[in-house]
């Protein structure tokens, strides 16, 4: 009997978690030129519209912000370093720049990881470049040092509900 109890209690407990999860509210963002779409979570990624990028999205407590665009050229892989430095040379010199090929659903991008030293603050910035149909995109992600490693997972929640629309 005790063995059937603690029996009906996992497999309520499962159910449960199982509901959890399939309760968790997905908004879609659709890019201007209708060709990626980036699913998220609004309880934990609020958007917002910009006139510098197409799209920001930060987390609930503003601590890491994510960034998308899409441009109407293609970036190649010998201009990857200089785009990326160019992006920050009004903050500072960005240091530990890191850049690698990484799967993210049916997309292969170039991925990248780099530091940036401002107002005597570490932040981290991380994301990609991928060239596809209609030119390149880009997502990155940024926030002080502390606060991107204790985001990681939904950052990387952000990262891979980037895909081409069908």
Known sequence: MLNRLILLFLLSATCMTGQTKSNTKVETYTSRKKLYEIKYAPERWIRADTSDWDVEFHDQYNLVTAYFIEYDYFISDKKLKSTIEDEYKEFGKIKNLKIYKKKINDLTVN????????????????????????????????????????????????????????
């Open 111 to 166: 991925y990248f990881e780099c530091e940036l030293d401002y107002n005597d603050l570490l932040y981290k910035y991380q994301g990609f470049i991928y060239n596809g149909k209609g030119g390149s995109i880009q997502m990155q992600f940024g926030a002080q040092a502390e606060a991107i490693e204790q985001n990681k997972d939904i950052i990387d929640e952000l990262s891979n509900g980037i895909s081409i629309v069908k």
